[in-house]
């Protein structure tokens, strides 16, 4: 059994003081592969210690320097894609394809981070009164932390990490106890490409070692993704104690179909979106509605491909789909087909039934129409491979439904109507908006982040709004001598 430990000063720690400990799973078998020690108050002092002395020379390193670690470390993680991958798969669950599609987007962010030359400009106006000019810089803010939830465990803390530091912060990464293997790895990595000790830290832990962070003096910025309640109380708390934060939320992302639409190009989003890494993605489509008379084409299209999905451990590369975290998971997540078949669904197809061999924590895939908002199935973010298809009169009736829920993460449209689209993109109450695409997250150089319930704070993460928000601006006016009495003689005439 793997016993894994924190990462503080470029090293692993050695002992545990808390005495505290949480087991780690493979969930494609059941089996307990690990062991992780939980950090206790002195161990996060610790590691933000270490992050506050490397602040002190890390913010004069040059931006040059920084990049060129920046640049060896997207190497490394190319490199050791695979690596990576399979820790994810190991501890996740999630396919193997799928986890590689996880670092490729985290590499995304390491990349933007390498342009902090060209992201750290600052403004210049000369002689905005006679004599004085006015420049504004960007500094960073000292030690940051970040914590990070179990369904990326690499790509999350690298929405993060890469920006933070390349902009001169140090950085205390708090990730999820459920699978901390692949983020640990990364940082071997850091080390190898040339971050010195202390710029990143690594602590393993609950909800003991979050709430030291929140509270702690010297941490002076939080980043947190999670679901909705902790992000809540984290942004509440970290602000109520003086420090910038942004704290992204749980989602219930929906997928209109209008009566327009290319059924069978929709039906393969609807599919790939709901079910992608067993619907343990923030940005999942867990809703899908049908307007009009699309409802009966669309849920047999839906159907129709549920059968050919193959659930299986994401190590095999014939696998399609793979167990959800943890068995107590499932089992919340498969409430909800009975409970949705209680309160009025019609169960298209039951993925509890199916039978999968061995102890993993599989569900198989379930598809729920004649959902309605009332309905515990739509009512709560179920985070599993559940859709639930609603059906509605009118395009009216589809944006109201999503303005009106509590979340706001993404949403998408498929359509050919150009209008109809660019109606619902200046309607929609949502962060991230999809046209004919089901899961649309930015590129890295946008920023990533809902509306509503799904993100406290001004600030989306990654992008340009993550240097803005791992960075404090200041304002310059100067005023030198008239050159015309400088004891240099420059040429000017003396009076001018
Ligand atoms: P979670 O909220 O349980 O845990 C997130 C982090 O908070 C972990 O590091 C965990 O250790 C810590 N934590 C858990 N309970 C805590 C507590 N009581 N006090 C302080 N810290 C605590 O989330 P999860 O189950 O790991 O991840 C799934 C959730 O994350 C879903 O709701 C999903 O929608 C959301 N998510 C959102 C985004 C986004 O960008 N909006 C992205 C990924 C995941």
Redesign the pocket.
Known sequence: MERIHHWIDNQLTASNPSGRSGQVFNPATGQQTGEVDFASVDVVDRAVASAKEAFATWREVSVAQRIAILFRYRELVEQNKLEIAKRLTAEHGKVISDAQGEVARGLENIEYACGAGELLKGDYTEQASRGVDVYSIRQPLGVVAG??????PAM?PMWMYPNAIACGNTFVL?????NPSAPLFTMELLQEAGVPAGVVNLIN???E???RLLAHPDVAAIS????????R??YETATRNGKRAQA????KNHMIVLPDADISLAADAAVSAAYGSSG????AVSAVVAVGEVGDTLVDAIGSRLEKIKVGDGSDPDSEMGPL?TGEHRDRVRSYIASGRDQGATVVRDGGEDDIAGQGFFLGASLLDHVTPEMDCYRD?I?GPVLSVLRVDTYTDAVTLINENPWG?GAAIFTRDGGAARQFQFDVQAGMVGINVPIPVPVSYYS???WKG??FGDTH?YGPEGIHFYTKAKVVSSRWPDPATSTINLGFPQTR
């Open positions: 914590i990070t939830p179990f369904n990326f999350v708090k990730p999820s106890e459920k832990g609950d909800k070692a979050v709430e947190f993704v999670g679901s909705t309640p902790i992000a109380n984290v992204l939320g749980g989602a343990e993605r923030c940005m975290i973010e985070f993460n990533f982040g809902g799904s993100l993460m």
